[in-house]
């Protein structure tokens, strides 16, 4: 059976991190999460001039996962784990913040020198009550890495960050089934794919106008698909440009969710016990 949007809402703008402007599909005022995600920004595409960049700096995390993917520029991430590197268009970091961590993520030292394009991903996917307090893991895949599925014609790809797409499987593994990928559509595309009937799934269009069943969703627009396995992806014969969009389902954890800025549990106390841990400093800090 196929999967048909059932709602699709435009995504908000707000300023998160150090100033950084990014487009919010959701948590919005009427929807707090989509089950096991909590998240999912889009950051830019903005053009930096020297010195002009903004990131993230130090800050913490517990009880979920940050999945950052960059399609244009350069990150620069560090953690108190002793953790450091650079994520360039195309890479992956599936970072499991468990316990927890401190981190920060910044525009490169090329970016800030010289300026340049930001434009990607970061998804907060939630852990079940088991691995919430699991030893903080990364999993950092370059882009020549994540393997990727076509139509037969060509005219549909997909970068398959997690999960499987027309037959081809994700090289990240993750703690609860999810599929997470990037699919471009060239004009006259046609491509079904198959997401397990126990996935909560949406689609977030941030090119062009795609095609989900029969429905045209456009830039900025994330639809939420309702029951059925089979997910129908297309672009209009006469579109101008490929449309891209980011499928990502999962199975729902159904737990309770409390959650305060970056720390997301499953109780109020939890809360306030990570808050207190971090206050404390048994997150750790960076050493520079
Ligand atoms: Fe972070």
Not at 41 to 54: I, L, R, T
Not at 214 to 242: H, I, R, S, Y
């Amino acid at each position: 059976m196929l999967r048909k949007p059932k709602e699709i809402i435009t995504a908000h703008r707000q300023t998160e991190g150090g100033g950084f402007i990014v487009r919010r599909p959701f948590p919005t005022n009427g929807l707090n999460m989509v089950d096991p995600f909590l998240l999912l920004d889009e950051m830019g595409p903005m053009d930096y001039a020297p010195g002009k960049a903004v990131g993230a700096p130090d800050h913490p995390h517990r009880g979920f996962e940050t999945v950052t993917y960059l399609l244009s520029g350069e990150f620069t991430h560090e953690d108190s784990a002793g953790h450091k590197g650079t994520l360039r268009p195309g890479d992956v970091q599936w970072m499991t913040a468990g316990a927890g961590v401190i981190h920060s993520e910044l525009p490169s030292d090329k970016i800030m020198r010289e300026g340049g394009r930001m434009h990607g991903f970061q998804l907060w996917v939630n852990l079940p009550a088991r691995d919430k307090m699991t030893i903080p893991r990364y999993q950092e895949v370059p882009a020549d890495g994540i393997p990727t599925a076509k139509s037969e014609d060509g005219l549909a790809q997909a970068t398959v960050i997690a999960g499987e797409a027309l037959g081809v499987k994700a090289v990240i593994d993750t703690r609860t089934p999810i599929i997470y990928h990037d699919w471009t559509l060239q004009p006259g595309a046609h491509a079904t794919t198959y997401v397990p009937p126990d996935h909560n799934v949406f689609a977030y269009v941030f090119e062009g106008e795609a095609l989900i069943g029969d429905e045209v969703v456009t830039e900025g627009q994330v639809a939420f698909l309702g029951e059925g396995d089979d997910v129908q992806l297309g672009a209009k014969a006469d579109a101008a440009n490929p449309a891209r969009l980011l499928l990502v389902g999962g199975v729902p954890i159904n737990e309770p969710v409390a959650r305060y800025g970056p720390f997301v549990m499953n109780t109020s106390e939890e809360i306030v016990k990570a808050i207190e841990d971090f206050q404390s400093g048994s997150f750790g800090e960076i050493v520079r």
